[in-house]
């Protein structure tokens, strides 16, 4: 064979390996949204059926009025979107101030911070989950979704404040110091300067923080007794009963709750894996 | 919504902000705080947050675990918790449940990590070699896998190892009859239920694990191999190098930093597993299935609450993952008080 054939080949065979992987990625949530548009007969067999042959929009409409566990999916969504926002609102600003610390200064306790920021992230949720309970419940904030927020920034912060000191280490400190020697106040400088260029990672890191208040299931389940304050993971509970489970319904929910961490997980994927590595690659 | 931020704050932070600067330039106030006390003030609230929602009820969960902490103590006008010394633990230590939850937490994690750390490796050197346009369409594809929230993962793989309209069991009654027994010992799939025993519960849940966290390792070893100057391979090819001893001499070494602290991750991650274990083995019934976390969450939290015996089981689990993990984060720790 001569050299460029054996290219070929050996281009293609790799091609080959990204489509198994594709399909081995995707087919999961294709099979989740194909479902979800399914009548209940190309649902409920033993044949594959690859698509909707007769799609449907019975299940996400009844889902959407009907809904689970006596309210519609439009409430769990608010909610867990409630919840979600409340938590990157809050989280933004500790997260800012703390990573701007261990970045920009030198001083004793740093390194002490940073293993603690690593070491509480050790800590089983359902661990601290007990302490907590109690906790919010001695607040009066159980079965509000107040109390889901505060507990939510607790555990996001300590990721969110190790993702973002990359970011803000990544700013040239020379645009502070000119800023400093122009005349501005330490305020002004944060502001006006620092602020600005953080801001994209600001945003990634808040929306890696949206992405886990939004999917937590365990809080959700221990804080939250009214049905009307489930946040969707707890909702999606509620599809399956003891005898059946109704498969076309929780699929429609599943895929609602999906396509919003989609969206976000593209806009933000690249700045994200450089947050999460950071530190380990030198450059 | 997000979008929207993004994108005003970064129009700002370009063009706006020293332009204003210029035109109303603030006087040079002396602020009233020393440098010294800067960092400290902007730790502060962070800290706080940290103290009291992570290590306070840290410290009052060693101390539950000491306790007996039942129904009394969480009503309004909680009674004294009784002092207990090490009997939770010596109880804990001595229930069925421990070794068969240990066991299942630690062959999970091991059994877990490696096969997404091989998984995860082999799909980043594969996007590596790959076009430009390939690349992006496999980037994309395992974003899906990545991004579907944990709960909907374990529905997803619920539904596909269903026993009756479930593909995987479709899938294997297609393979040959024959291949079928010699590998697995049966060739009729129809009807094979996953989801009760423990044993096959977690190979469902391997399986949805791997699948959702591979696609992070792949992206981040991309990215680690991005960095690495191409003169080295080239210098590698130049010599004769035969793919797997550059695999060895030159990307694995320079890798070393990016796969301990994925692994480091992957431990935390897998270890404390818990979404997906209570979706797919159906909540807090079936006992068998627990793991560490799972039974740590049941005996607090399902009639008659057990409180401190489930914080017992708590310290067990975060004490065995600090053990594990601490010898890595020494190494991060290292990296990064060289990197700044």
Known sequence: ?283 | MMAQTSTVARGGGNSSAPARRRSHRPPRRPSGLPNWAVPYVLLVPGLLVIAILLLYPLYQMVDMSFHKVGLRQIRPNPQPAEFLGMQNYSDVFSSDLFWTSLRNTVVFAVVTVALTLILGTLVGLLLNKLGRKMSTFLVVGIMAAWATPPTATAIIWKWLFDSDAGVVNWALNLLPDGLSTLVFGRSDWSGQPWLNAPSTIYVVLVIAVVWASFPFIAVSVLAGLKSIPSELYEAARVDGSTPAATFRKITFPLLKPVFSVLLVLSIIWDFKVFTQLYVLAGGTTNREAFNLSLWAYTEAFSAPPKMGFGAAIAVILTVIMLVITAVYVRQIVRTEADVR
């Open chain 1, 1 to 283: 064979m001569n050299p460029r054939s054996v290219k070929w080949l050996k281009a293609s065979g790799l091609n080959a390996a990204a489509v198994v992987v594709f399909l081995f990625a995707v087919f999961p949530v294709y099979w989740m949204v194909a479902t979800a548009f399914k009548p209940n007969d190309e649902i409920f067999t033993t044949r594959f059926i690859p698509f909707p042959l007769a799609p449907t929009m019975d299940h996400v409409s009844r889902v959407l009025t009907k809904g689970v566990a006596g309210h519609s999916i439009w409430q769990y969504l608010f909610n867990s979107a409630v919840v979600a926002l409340g938590t990157v609102l809050i989280g933004a600003v500790f997260a800012l101030l703390a990573a701007t610390a261990v970045s920009r200064f030198r001083f004793r306790f740093r390194t002490s911070f940073l293993i603690l920021l690593l070491i509480v992230q050790m800590v089983p949720a359902e661990a601290l989950l007990i302490p907590l309970f109690l906790m919010v419940k001695r607040l009066g904030l159980y079965d509000q979704l107040l109390g889901l927020i505060i507990v939510n920034v607790g555990f996001t912060l300590p990721f969110a404040i190790w993702m973002l000191r990359t970011f803000v280490a990544a700013v040239p400190k020379e645009l502070e110091e000119a800023a400093a020697i122009d005349g501005a106040g330490r305020f002004i400088t944060f502001w006006r300067v620092l602020f600005p260029l953080v801001a994209p990672g600001l945003v990634a890191t808040s929306i890696f923080s949206f992405i886990t208040a939004w999917n937590e299931l365990v809080f959700a389940l221990t804080l939250i007794n009214d049905q009307g304050t489930y946040t969707m993971p707890v909702a999606l509970q509620f599809f399956t009963s003891q005898r059946s489970t109704d498969w076309g319904g929780i699929m429609a929910a599943s895929t609602l709750m999906t396509i919003p961490v989609i969206v976000f997980f593209l806009l933000v994927q690249r700045r994200m894996v450089s947050g999460l590595v950071a530190g380990a690659v030198k450059g």
